[in-house]
């Protein structure tokens, strides 16, 4: 299996700041024939379905805001949010989806300083 | 816009088997790979497996065949079925829908907590 972890498990940032949330997957995900990174990033709110963020690692997922930022390749992966907003207060999780079984990193809390 | 809605009990004695479906409103569960996610309380989230809408599937090996998803076209529905449960199968459990591939989920059901215990 794929592990994929997540760094740091929590972080608190000010308003207006930016946050930075890490992903390393044990292994590539990054298809060579098409040159594709099958990770996503997902936001999950209290009491709510996990949210897409970005899939592909970089693809904007529709009606996301662009201070959410992904970025990476092959095994290192980061979601930036550049400027912090409180509706943005949530748990962000990273998913490789190159082979199965799907996994899914550990979350990262995101909390206002 | 695309719903999808889980259905089935909410507590299931240990030993038997979890049962739940998803039916999908507002669009075609044909074209598409369909999922079961699961998140015990408190904790982070686990793949359960897919079905393609043509019935072709995939599963967490770490479920140790315990595991069955079908589909339903007709319907627009699709079914969780996992027997042998223990309070470690405790969890909400989500259906989801990839939108390009098995694992980019787009739309997502709301979860249902399923409680094992006697």
């Known amino acids: 299996d794929i592990v994929m972890t997540q760094s740091p498990d929590s972080l608190a940032v000010s308003l207006g700041e930016r946050a930075t949330i890490n992903c390393k997957s044990s292994?590539?995900?990054?298809?060579?024939?098409?040159?594709?990174?099958?990770l996503a990033w997902f936001q999950q709110k209290p009491g709510q379905p996990p949210k897409l963020l970005f899939y592909?690692?970089?693809t904007r997922a529709s009606g996301v805001p662009d201070r959410f930022s992904g970025s990476g390749s092959g095994t290192d992966f980061t979601l930036t949010i550049s400027s912090l907003q409180p509706g943005d207060v949530a748990v962000y999780y990273c998913?490789?989806?190159?082979?199965?079984?799907?996994?899914f990193g550990g979350g990262t809390k995101v909390e206002i300083k | 816009q695309v719903q999808l809605q889980e259905s089935g009990p909410g507590l299931v004695q240990p030993s038997e088997t979890l049962s739940l479906t998803c039916t999908v409103s507002?669009?075609?569960?044909?074209?598409?790979?369909w999922s079961w996610i699961r998140q015990p309380p408190g904790k982070g989230l686990d793949w359960v497996g897919y079905?393609?809408?043509?019935?072709?599937?995939h599963y967490n090996p770490s479920l140790n065949n315990r595991v069955t998803i079908s589909v339903d076209t007709s319907k627009n529905q699709f079914s969780l079925t996992l027997t042998s449960v223990t309070a470690a199968d405790t969890a909400v459990y989500y259906c989801?829908?990839?939108?390009?591939?098995?694992?980019?989920?787009?739309?997502w059901g709301q979860g249902t907590l399923v409680t094992i215990s006697s």
């Open positions: 989801a829908r990839g939108g390009r591939s098995y694992g980019d989920y787009d739309y």
């Open positions: 507002g669009g075609s569960i044909n074209g598409y790979y």
């Open positions: 079905i393609y809408y043509t019935g072709s599937t």
């Open positions: 292994q590539s995900v990054l298809y060579s024939s098409n040159n594709r990174n099958y």
């Open positions: 592909l690692a970089s």
């Open positions: 998913q490789q989806y190159y082979t199965t079984p799907l996994t």
